[in-house]
């Protein structure tokens, strides 16, 4: 199998909402197949003119459109796309939309209109597919449309349906109107093709993934694959004549071997009508997908991430925002590369880094005659940065940016064919503005790496209290997280609070002093247990005391009890006395017990039922049974009742009480003594820790406002925030190079053995000495310190001890040409001694082991005084007479005073014999 350059397009289109598609080149010239992301429906296709009609002009009742980026609102469905997704439809939480429900209508989510569209190109690398001819691609549309429209069943799908339109399953096909300019006016034709640039085309059909009845929108998922017979377009191609190319003599069928000519790329296209009738310009004019496929020259995925919708304020203050762009595919850190730069016979521009860089769009840019696109004016965009700036009045704008990886040879030339195009709408209103917390330039940047977790704070905050909605965008998918609350009911359950994040991802509500777990304690008060003959099992309440440890607290009684009245050392009379008890059931008490974090995921529902089938059905929507910290206490309060509660992404409770108070909510139940009642952090705080254990490296883009309804059909957002992360491979312990040692025998050495890991709490680097090679015989580890190196890497350093006696003496490594070519392959030399360093494997990532060596020399013929040591003493050590040492350490003046209890001089160096070349 050989590997395959792999491509991928993103498009945005739409009748009343939005696309995208991605172009996946399954193979390339001389290459085996690529094994796409996903399963890949038959292709269909058709030829021109085939099953068409002619209409009038009278469009179709779906109302304008808007096209733009898909919203991934399934509860339960985590679809990990790692290019930029199309946004359309703000809508509700996706638990609507799983096995068919209809939506509940708790929620005002706005008015169901369609919004934006993006154009994206981008190149991908897959896994090799067998089977799969030479220069095939796969293209992926991802689209939300309108769901009242009349759509063609293809077939459908047995989940439950209230209407005649589509669910869940269901398979359309795409149909729409195209009058083939911006007139919309005489024949036109109802299909709605792919086509992909080689005279094929494609009926479009959507198996539908989500639906919103009260939003009326659908979602849906679309694969092309196309086998091209070139990897790009033969015909068109154009000679260039750069000034420092060697030409060669030859001519007909010859001179292609040797001339420079730029590759004319294959052009796939969508197109239909209308754009939306609110927009400021462009108007109901029609909408074009267009991507440029040449296999040649990339091999790696350039990605556009951002809200469909971003709202900036008129004032300077705050009428600015980023868009951004990356390779997906390419490693965290990895420069970009082009690999043909779109030329061939033309090696000076092969495997080229390149540069990212924005500007605004023009018609020409999306293959559209003036008369169908006017580019937004009032607008700036930084060219490294994509830093978007707004000076327009206030009202509804089509944003249009491309977004370039040209070589410094593409430019000259003006071969730049856009790499993405993002087209988004802006909305400038005069109003105050939720604001997002954080850097003043609305970006964040993030380093990680694979299989570590990231914990990253999101929070807005609203000066009017109205309950926000966070609407995000992460790896291309879009989706909405929140529920409302009404006084003294139980709370209705939210989206899955993973929905619409890649593999490892979730969203979970944080606070100052929230509440992130609640347990059951069960105790046997004596007071309680001389009136009743029941079982004691619970006497001195089991568990209370490690809870206490824990940093647990029970919840007390109505009146003026306070935590001043729990005395851990007598627990079980104190929370007789002071704490709630759950049930009245004869001797039994049950204290309900909390625990309180500022960074841990809070508690943000509670429910309590007597019915195991409700309890049942709350699991299912993510809750969990609060449990005993003795399981008897467990199953003995459960064969009562149940009180369950929630992580999930709604405002996070911050206290429970017995207290009823106007802010609180209300959790009761027959089997309850009294109600118990909960308060929240504030609506108009909205503040989330989005955790994520990366499991591929790469960059990835978090993009997210606050939304919140000022009337019933206008909805205001905070400026869309990005967090940008860097996601790099594990490298495994790094070794820090040391200088040679030197000592003598006698001399005790110390020295320091220090490895670099990634700057992470869960990377823990262990050191020990390498068996396997020399080893310092009586050599121990003195400490162990693990301290920052800088923001990306840590430092563990071991302090090794060595005495080297009397049989050490000459050791040091054999610098001959043997160890030589070892000092090539290992960089170390026979000799060296060597120190193993391991660091923590895991999910998703490897553990990694490193060796580090250090070179080590013990002088010949010297000897360190130790203590006490007499010249005798010395003598006999290395078996010969003190005379001889005598004789071989001129300053050493008086023997006599050598062979005294007093010794020889400690702490200094003596000869013991003499160094001689042979």
């Known amino acids: 199998m050989r590997r395959v350059r792999h491509r991928e397009l993103h498009r945005r289109f ?6 995208q598609v991605k172009l996946r080149p399954l193979t390339g ?30 469009r179709p009742g779906w109302g304008s459109l808007s096209t733009g980026a898909n919203e991934r609102r399934i509860e339960g469905e985590t679809q990990p796309h790692y290019g930029s997704e199309l946004i359309a439809l703000n809508s509700r939480d996706g638990h609507c939309a799983r096995e068919g429900k209809e939506c509940e209508e708790e929620e005002r989510i706005g008015n169901g209109r369609a919004i934006n569209s993006d154009v994206l190109e981008e190149t991908k690398v897959v896994v090799i597919e067998e089977g799969v001819a030479p220069n095939t691609v796969d293209f992926e549309l991802v689209t939300a449309w309108k769901r009242s429209f009349q759509w063609v069943f293809v077939s459908k799908s047995p989940n439950p349906r209230s209407d005649e339109y589509p669910v869940v399953g269901d398979k359309i096909r795409l149909t729409g109107v195209y009058f083939g300019s911006s007139s919309n006016t005489g024949s036109g034709t109802s299909q709605i093709l792919f086509y992909t640039g080689d005279g094929k085309q494609y009926f479009v059909d959507i198996i539908v993934t989500a639906f919103s009845k009260s939003e009326d929108w659908i979602m849906g998922r679309t694969i092309i694959r196309h086998t091209y017979m ?4 033969p015909t068109g191609k154009t000679n260039f004549y750069p000034a420092d190319f060697s030409y060669q003599a030859s ?18 296209s969508f197109v239909g009508c209308c754009r939306s009738q609110d927009l400021a310009t462009n108007k109901n004019k029609v909408y074009k997908l267009v991507s440029y496929v040449d296999l040649t020259n990339r091999h790696s995925s350039l990605v556009a991430r951002t809200l469909p919708v971003v709202t900036v304020n008129q004032s300077s203050l705050g009428n600015y925002f980023y868009v951004l762009a990356k390779d997906a595919f390419a490693l965290g850190g990895t420069p970009l590369k082009v690999l043909s730069g779109g030329n061939t016979n033309y090696p000076v521009d092969d495997n080229h880094d390149v540069n990212i860089t924005y500007q605004l769009a023009h018609a020409s840019d999306l293959d559209l005659p003036n008369s169908d696109f006017t580019a937004m004016t009032g607008v700036s965009v930084d060219s490294a940065t994509g ?27 003006s071969q730049c064919n856009a790499s993405v195009l993002i087209d988004l709408w802006v909305k400038i209103v005069p109003d105050a503005l939720p604001i997002a917390a954080g850097d003043e330039q609305y970006i964040q940047h993030v380093d990680g790496w694979v299989g570590f977790s990231i914990s990253t704070p999101v929070t807005v905050r609203n000066a009017v209290m109205s309950p926000l909605i966070l609407n995000y965008v992460f790896s291309n998918l879009t989706v909405e997280a929140t529920r409302t609350y009404k006084a003294d009911q139980a709370q209705q359950v939210a989206g899955m609070p993973s929905n619409g994040l890649p593999p490892g991802a979730s969203l979970a509500s944080t606070y100052t002093d929230a509440i992130v777990d609640i347990k059951l304690v069960c105790d046997n008060p004596p007071a309680k247990s001389k009136f009743n003959s029941q079982s004691y099992q619970f006497v001195n309440a089991p568990g209370a005391i490690q809870l206490w440890n824990l940093g647990y607290q029970p919840i007390l009684k109505n009146g003026s009890y306070t935590m001043s009245d729990i005395h851990p050392n007598a627990l079980s009379s104190s929370l007789e006395i002071a704490a709630h008890n759950l049930i009245n059931n004869g001797s039994l008490f049950v204290s309900l017990w909390v625990k309180k974090s500022s960074t841990d995921p809070a508690v943000t529902e509670m429910f309590a039922t007597n019915s195991r089938a409700e309890a049942d059905k ?26 369950l509660y929630k992580r999930g992404n709604g405002p996070a409770i911050t206290s429970i009480s017995v207290a009823k ?20 952090v504030s609506v108009n705080i909205l503040q989330r820790s989005l955790r994520w254990t990366p499991q591929y490296a790469g960059y990835y883009v978090f993009c997210y406002v606050g939304t919140y309804w000022p009337q019933p059909t206008t909805a205001l957002s905070s400026t869309q925030r990005c967090i940008l992360y860097n996601i790099r491979e594990d490298p495994g312990p790094l070794f820090v190079p040391h200088a040679s040692l030197s000592t003598t025998m006698g001399k005790l050495l110390y020295f320091n053995v220090t490895f670099r890991d990634i700057n992470h709490v869960d990377e823990i680097v262990s050191i020990s000495f390498d068996t396997q090679g020399l080893t310092l015989t009586g050599a121990s580890f003195l400490t162990n310190v693990v301290e920052p190196y800088n923001a990306l890497w840590k430092s563990t350093t071991r302090l090794v001890e060595w005495f080297p006696d009397s049989m050490y003496g000459g050791f040091a490594g054999k610098h001959d040409s043997s160890a030589l070519l070892v000092l090539l392959q290992s960089d170390t030399f026979p000799g060296d001694v060597c120190f193993v360093a391991q660091d923590v494997g895991g999910p998703f990532r490897t553990q990694h082991s490193s060796l580090g060596c250090v070179h080590i020399s013990v002088a010949r013929c010297k000897w360190y005084v130790q203590a006490e040591d007499s010249i005798v003493q010395v003598a006999a050590r290395f078996a010969t007479n003190w005379l001889q040492i005598w004789h ?5 003046l008086n023997p006599d005073l050598l062979n005294s209890d007093t010794g020889l001089p400690s702490s200094r160096e003596i000869n013991i014999g003499h160094l001689y070349q042979v």
């Open 14 to 19: 739409g009748k009343q909402a939005s696309s």
């Open 29 to 58: 010239p001389g290459c085996s197949a690529a094994r796409p992301d996903q399963s890949v429906p038959p292709d269909r296709t058709v030829s021109a003119g085939s099953s068409e009609k002619t209409v009038t002009n009278n």
């Open 230 to 233: 070139t990897p790009y377009n």
């Open 251 to 268: 001519s007909g069928s010859s001179l292609d071997a040797y001339q420079p000519y730029w590759n004319t790329p294959w052009q796939a």
């Open 387 to 413: 830093l978007v700036t707004v000076s327009a009045g206030s009202g509804t704008y089509q944003l249009a940016i491309r977004v370039d990886i040209c070589t410094p040879v593409q430019r000259q030339y």
């Open 618 to 643: 709350r699991i299912l929507d993510g809750y969990s049974i609060v449990s005993g910290y003795d399981p008897s206490c467990t199953s003995i309060f459960n064969g009562m009742g149940y009180i």
């Open 661 to 680: 108070q106007a802010s609180f909510y209300n959790i009761s139940s027959p089997f309850l003594t009294a109600p118990l009642y909960f308060s929240t």
């Open 888 to 892: 071989f350490n001129p300053t050493l």
